[in-house]
């Protein structure tokens, strides 16, 4: 076992997630650019660091991120419904100049860094530019569900983050919601069944408890206005 898989979220059935080996907790908030598409993210804070702790599922607890036991209280219904196929088997190619673009759409969190300066594609196809490619590049890496992976065509190696294994609690002031926990770094993910999703360098997980692809975020919490009780986030 690598030294990152050894960092470990257990899901529980109908519960939280289960996060063990001291892996650090965060929160991230989405800039936006001066025409008002996310741009980079933001660190606002680092929790306390913990050996092991439970991170909420449900979207009911009085605790956040943390669980409280809520879900229970709620009758949380919390069946896992995504594919444990790999990324790359179900993932459209887009081939540019200079990079590669890869892209799972069933992983999109709709978090919208894909839409700025024309978009993921248009940049890609144009990588052959020094400042298209540094744009497709920067997008790609900001995109936490990971749905989009670029890949330098001339290696045919991934250009991904370096990220320390972590957790960041994310939120989206631009569309005034608390947005899903990002999983970092390649750490290992286990169904409440036993089975290990495919560790990734980026992914991202509900915890408004109302995704239809759960563990993952599809981006309800948006339509579902959810709010982890961050007071910037009320207009």
Not at 138 to 144: E, L, R, Y
Not at 145 to 152: A, E, K, T
Not at 202 to 211: D, E, N, P, Q, V
Request: include cysteine; charged fraction near 30%; charge should be negative.
């Amino acid at each position: 076992m690598t030294e990152n898989n050894k960092k470990h979220i257990k899901i529980i059935k109908n519960g939280p997630y289960l996060v063990s080996s001291k892996i650090p907790l965060l929160k991230l908030k989405i800039k936006t650019d001066e025409i008002g598409y996310p741009y980079e993210w933001i660190e606002e804070k680092k929790y306390p660091d913990q050996e092991e702790y439970a991170l909420c599922r449900c979207g009911h607890s009085q605790n956040k991120p943390y669980c409280d036991g809520s879900h229970e209280k709620v009758g949380f219904e919390g069946s896992e419904t995504a594919s444990k196929e790999l990324y790359l088997d179900s993932a459209a190619k887009v081939e540019g100049p200079d990079l590669l673009l890869t892209d799972n759409y069933g992983l999109c969190d709709h978090v919208g860094f894909c839409n700025r300066a024309g978009g993921i594609t248009e940049n890609v196809m144009h990588s052959d530019n020094p400042e298209a490619k540094s744009r497709a590049i920067q997008i790609a890496s900001n995109c936490n569900s990971g749905r989009f992976v670029v890949y330098n065509k001339e290696t045919g190696n991934p250009i991904e983050p370096d990220f320390e294994p972590s957790i960041a609690v994310t939120e989206e002031p631009d569309k005034g919601v608390s947005g899903p926990l990002w999983v970092r770094g390649g750490i290992q993910i286990e169904s409440s069944d036993g089975t290990v999703y495919e560790s990734r360098n980026r992914a991202t997980l509900c915890r408004c408890g109302k995704s239809l692809n759960k563990p993952y975020c599809d981006g309800t919490h948006i339509m579902a206005g959810f709010n982890d009780g961050d007071e910037s986030l009320k207009r």
